[in-house]
């Protein structure tokens, strides 16, 4: 049975930091691209960041600069490291999987596999 289960959510000031994490299991992480995804209430889905098998990263312009993106396949592990935070960047993050290019994945935002999210709240 396939599971992401994201962590480490939560509520911080604006500039502030926050780490979150994507647990997988139930099929080969190694071999599939990742990427988080975000959606604020009544705006789509956006494509934040995405990393491949191989560890090439892409990031949307929203968050180039602040966002770092990593994966750890040994753990199964997908991770989000959040700088300067803005208000606006209050969504719920979501993490993605699929056999897809990463560049794909955040630009078509079709995956395989959702996570069920973890909510990120920036206050001003």
């Known amino acids: 049975q396939v599971q992401l289960v994201e962590s480490g959510g939560g509520s911080v000031q604006s500039g502030g930091s926050l780490r979150l994490s994507c647990a997988a299991s139930?099929?080969?992480?190694?071999?599939?691209?990742m990427a988080w995804f975000r959606q604020a209430p009544g705006k789509q889905r956006e494509g934040v960041a995405a990393?491949?098998?191989?560890?090439?990263?892409s990031y949307s312009d929203s968050v180039k600069g602040r966002f770092t993106i990593s994966r750890d396949n040994a753990k199964n592990t997908l991770y989000l490291q959040m700088n300067s935070l803005k208000p606006e960047d209050t969504a719920m993050y979501y993490c993605?999987?699929?056999?897809?290019?990463?560049?794909?994945?955040?630009?078509?935002?079709?995956?395989?596999?959702w996570g069920q999210g973890t909510q990120v709240t920036v206050s001003s």
């Open positions: 993605a999987a699929s056999p897809r290019r990463a560049w794909w994945l955040l630009w078509a935002g079709t995956a395989n596999y």
């Open positions: 139930g099929f080969t992480y190694s071999s599939y691209s």
């Open positions: 990393v491949d098998s191989n560890g090439s990263t």
